[in-house]
């Protein structure tokens, strides 16, 4: 069996999906998970993995130098990065975890795979840092960086280091950037969680201005397996975009939503709309489809109705968040958390 990948953030949305695929379809590989389990890591996202063989769980910071060289000298085949702050309204609020984080947390494991002669390296990155679109057009990889939000910017900053890194030290790294994302396990203060969670409960669904602002959705699935397919074949040194081929308005997407769960239109609830808001983003995918034949395999009706049956099905996930019982078990397991 070759030396595990060492995956960060897996306790997080995309990152727990990811671990469970590749558990269950690459059978020769074996993983480790370094989560620091802020309030977005969760290891009930983990809990049927657990106890594979060929998965261990590490508590720990990837800015905190000293953990991750011990990680990475104990020998790994490759590093995959989800870590990272993901929430825009918080980087609104509060810009410092995400510098700490997304940037110093990538220079880190950088220093550590180039210290150690790691030979692979990804970073999860999003289509984000590209910044707006108007009505027409799409993000290619050939998009000038222009983030709007200090959660995309710390993205593009991160992005700009691996790039330096490729270009200064011949540093065997690849980048993804990828749309919205949803699906089962994620967090429930982005839009599809925190609607569906909200509609369960005939609570009102606050829509940030007047609702039409694009996003470009996707299966988490494939995000998934977009990204196996850059760590696997992706070229040293280039950025792959992915995407759901599926835009929507948000209010369109709540009104989606709406229908699902059979609610009714008066729980929509107009709030101010949220500052430097991105309008519209949709990706071009044909560098990705072309060189390494990955597509998005999921509708996004079929994988929106998914989504809404998962937390139907799973009232104890959405309580444990609720009552914050995950974060207060962290607290005994593994000392004061970062949240
Ligand atoms: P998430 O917020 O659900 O999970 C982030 C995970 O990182 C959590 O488990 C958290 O505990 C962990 N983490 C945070 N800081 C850490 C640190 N300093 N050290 C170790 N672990 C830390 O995020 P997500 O939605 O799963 O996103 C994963 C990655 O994908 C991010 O890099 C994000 O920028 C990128 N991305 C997300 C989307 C999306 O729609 N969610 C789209 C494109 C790209
Ligand atoms: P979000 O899920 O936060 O992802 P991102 O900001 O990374 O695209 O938001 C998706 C869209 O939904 C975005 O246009 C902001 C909007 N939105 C709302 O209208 N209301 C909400 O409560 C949230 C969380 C988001």
Redesign the pocket.
């Known amino acids: 069996m070759p030396a595990p990948i060492l995956v ?9 999906n990811f671990i469970r695929l590749i558990l269950e379809t690459e059978p020769e590989v074996s993983l480790i998970n ?9 290891l009930a ?1 983990l809990t049927d993995v657990a106890d594979n063989p060929r998965y261990r769980f590490v508590h ?5 130098r000293t953990v991750v060289r011990q990680l990475v000298q104990s020998g790994v085949s490759g590093i995959i ?7 825009v309204d918080r980087s609104i609020q509060d810009s410092g ?1 995400f510098i ?3 940037i110093v ?1 990538t220079q880190t494991l950088l220093d550590a795979a180039r210290e150690f002669s790691v030979p692979r390296y990804l970073q ?5 840092v590209y910044g707006s679109l108007g009505a027409s057009g799409f993000f290619t990889e050939e998009t000038p960086l222009a983030p709007n939000s200090p ?1 995309s910017a710390s ?1 593009a900053a991160a992005d700009l280091l691996v790039r330096a890194y490729v270009h200064t030290f011949n540093f065997p790294a690849v980048v ?7 699906g089962p396990y ?2 429930p203060e ?1 839009l599809i969680p925190l609607f569906i969670t909200n509609l369960q409960r005939d609570e009102s669904v606050p829509v940030y201005g007047d609702g039409q602002n694009v996003r470009d959705w996707i299966h ?1 699935l494939d ?1 998934a397996r977009a990204i196996w397919a850059v760590y696997r074949q992706g070229r040293v040194g280039e950025v792959y975009n992915a995407g759901g081929h599926s835009e929507k308005t948000n209010l369109e997407l709540t009104h989606l939503l709406l229908d699902i769960l059979g609610k009714p239109k008066t729980l929509i609830k107009y709030v101010k709309d949220r500052p430097g808001h991105d309008r519209r983003y949709a990706i071009d995918t044909s560098k990705i489809e072309k060189e390494l034949g990955w597509k998005p395999k999921v509708t996004f009706e079929q994988g929106l109705r998914d989504t809404v049956q998962w937390y139907l099905d799973h009232p104890d996930w959405i309580a444990g968040i609720r009552t914050g019982d995950y974060l207060k078990y962290y607290q005994k397991q593994y000392g004061q958390m ?1 949240c």
């Open positions: 960060t953030g897996g306790c997080g949305f995309i990152g727990s370094l989560d620091q389990l802020t309030y977005a890591g969760n996202n720990g910071d990837i800015a905190d990065n989800f870590a990272a702050e993901s929430h975890p700490r984080t997304n947390g999860v990155s999003t289509d984000e959660y993205k993804t950037r990828c749309s919205n994302n949803y994620q967090f982005k988490v995000h970062a």
